[in-house]
């Protein structure tokens, strides 16, 4: 890895993401679990259909199954859902039938019951059933012995229902990513501490809580380090114990340029720094790097302290980065959902960095996308960003917006939806 810089000496938001995935080496250890677990995990080994999907021929409909096309019908029984018609239709003949119920042999439609009039027996159709009317093909979703979802997939919960439906009860996946995350700044407080103990210029510690729960919703292990001072000694002892630890690591806090910043001096002692500084509002300062071990390395994460570029930070970079990491497969990442949207407010911004506003999104009376940012866009206000549904992604070299301009905007997804 190189700390060489491009022009105007930061690199692009989309250079580094680049540089994350192709530096990371995906984790490959894997475990067979339950099913019912294995939502937001990555998928190992192919997974096969034990039987078609639907098994057999059966109703779309609660109505009457019918064999050819006539005037009039016999009911001569019925087929419910788990209890088959045994016998075989003679033309003419219907049989009562209920939605997911089979399809008696002999039958080749179904009509539906709101369509249907008796005199006994004999049934009569409103409007005429053609064939194959309301069935349901066996195997038209699944055939036996199918691969189901390709081996990489994050599993979803449709993916969950789909296994199951095929008969998987078990499956095997790869074994969650380890983070070590820790805090570093002589002005951090827990969360906890009575605000009247805070000495003068105390903060509380808002990064760690607020990191652990993004990942908490990602398949992520965390083992929480707290907080660190200022102090590169006990920097040093908090970065080789989570190096050890871990497969990344995540901190926030004293990466930037400040007298009190020694992130990044540290890193470079312990291993190596891939990049630092990007053309990223907020959070410039964002630095990453690897730190070896006895067996591979561990990934490093410096987020900026200020808290809205630490969240910025982690939502743009981290989690891409976290997905290669997880053995997500590169055809199976999501890529990031963008629109376009139509500003309500204007925009102040200098050519420079990518600036990632915080905004609210929504289709407005006359069906447009529109958006406008929300409170004053410091990256120390939170209370504007808790008001947010997106991100209005305003183009590194762009200047101010005007309201009506039509602007890129990201809405929130996991974990900050
Ligand atoms: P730093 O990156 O250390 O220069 O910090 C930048 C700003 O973020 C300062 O105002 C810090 O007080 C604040 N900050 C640093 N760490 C945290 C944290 N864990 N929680 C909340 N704010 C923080
Ligand atoms: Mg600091």
Do not use: Q, Y
């Given at each position: 890895m190189s700390d060489t810089c491009a022009e105007n000496g930061l690199r692009s938001v989309e250079t580094a993401k680049q540089m994350l995935i192709d530096s990371i080496i995906p984790i490959t250890e894997a475990k067979t679990i339950p099913l019912g677990e294995a939502c937001g995990k990555v998928l190992a080994e192919p997974v096969l259909a034990?039987?078609?999907?639907?098994p057999c021929d059966n109703s779309a409909m609660d109505g009457y199954a019918l064999c050819g096309d006539f005037e009039r019908y016999t009911v001569i029984g019925k087929s419910l859902a788990g209890h088959p018609f045994t016998g075989s239709l003679e033309p003419g003949q219907a049989t009562r039938i209920t939605t997911g119920a089979a399809v008696p042999s002999g039958a080749d439609r179904v009509q539906m019951q709101e369509n249907c009039t008796f005199d006994g027996d004999q049934l009569s159709q409103s409007r005429a059933a053609v064939p194959g009317e309301n069935i349901r093909r066996r195997g038209e979703d699944v055939h036996t012995g199918q691969s189901l979802i390709p081996v990489g997939s994050k599993i979803k919960v449709p993916h969950i229902a789909l296994l199951a439906a095929a008969g998987v009860a078990e499956v095997t996946v790869l074994r969650p990513i380890k983070a070590a995350l820790l805090s570093i700044g002589d002005e951090l407080k827990p969360i906890g501490t009575p605000a009247s103990e805070l000495g003068d210029g105390d903060i509380y510690d808002s990064n760690r809580i607020a990191l652990k729960a993004a990942l908490e919703q990602l398949d992520v292990e965390i083992l929480d380090l707290g907080c660190w001072p200022d102090e590169p000694g006990k920097i040093r002892e908090a970065f080789a114990h989570a190096r050890d630890n871990a497969d990344f690591v995540l901190t926030s806090g004293g990466?930037?340029?400040?007298?009190?910043?020694y992130t990044k001096t540290v890193l470079q002692e312990l291993g190596e720094i891939g990049f630092w500084k990007l053309a990223i509002k907020p959070g410039k300062p964002f630095a990453f790097g690897k730190l070896p071990k006895e067996k591979g390395e561990t990934l490093f994460f410096g987020l900026p302290g200020n808290p809205v570029s630490a969240i910025v930070t982690l939502y743009q970079l981290v989690i891409p980065a976290l997905d290669k990491l997880s053995g997500t497969a590169d055809d199976q990442r999501q890529p990031p959902l963008q629109t376009r949207a139509r500003l309500l407010n204007g925009i102040r911004k200098k050519p420079g960095r990518t600036d990632f506003q915080r905004g609210f999104t929504y289709c407005d009376n006359d069906g447009i996308q529109v958006v406008e940012t929300r409170g004053v866009q410091g990256s120390h206000i939170l209370s504007g960003f808790a008001q947010a549904n997106c991100f209005v992604v305003l183009p590194r070299e762009g200047g101010d917006c005007e309201t009506g301009d039509w602007v890129t905007v990201e809405p929130f997804n996991a974990p900050l939806r």
């Open positions: 034990a039987l078609d999907l639907p990466v930037s340029v400040g007298e009190a910043d």
